[in-house]
């Protein structure tokens, strides 16, 4: 299997805090509290959870179950009986957890598979996301639940607010 990032198909963002680190001249996988591997490059906190907190979302109707919930790493989802969304979408669509929410919980991913990707979020796409990168660029706010009151989460919500409107 190899290794790849896996983004939601309402934000863009990764569904899990995935990350290359460097070490000893060599590249190693951060793969968060899941399986800790050492330090990430970024400081994570409660603040973002959320992109761990992801569904598998069924393509069209009849597939059961509507979501298969679980920690995602390398494009399968290890939750319920598993399921492979690759980079976002195969078998199933990748979503956060509370995108799925925002977009209303659509029962399959047909419901919104339009939705425009964040140009500020594209060059940060890469085989795993580019955490410090992004950050650095200004984006931290980006990451931040978009289910709290502060106003990163604000804007974070606002921000995937305006994508599901587009694609409607």
Not at 23 to 43: K, Q, S
Not at 68 to 74: A, N
Not at 120 to 135: C, N, W
Request: a negative charge; one cysteine or more; glycine letters at 12%.
């Amino acid at each position: 299997m190899g290794v790849t990032a896996t983004f939601c198909q309402v934000c863009a963002l990764p569904v899990n805090h995935d990350h290359y680190v460097p070490e000893g001249g060599m590249l190693r996988i951060y793969r968060g509290p899941v399986e800790p591997n050492g330090e990430p490059l970024v400081p994570f906190g409660p603040e973002h959870d959320w992109l761990r907190e992801a569904v598998a979302l069924r393509l069209r109707e009849g597939e059961e179950p509507v979501v298969v919930e679980g920690p995602c790493h390398d494009g399968s989802f290890e939750g319920g009986d598993g399921a492979f969304v690759w980079d976002g979408v195969d078998e199933r669509a990748a979503l956060h957890t509370v995108c799925w929410e925002l977009a209303g919980k659509p029962s399959t991913f047909e419901a919104i598979e339009d939705l425009p990707v964040d140009p500020a979020i594209d060059p940060f796409r890469e085989q795993l996301f580019e955490f410090e990168g992004f950050i650095q660029a200004g984006h931290g706010w980006m990451l931040v639940d978009p289910r709290g009151e502060g106003p990163d989460a604000r804007r974070s919500r606002e921000r995937i607010a305006k994508l599901l409107a587009r694609g409607g």
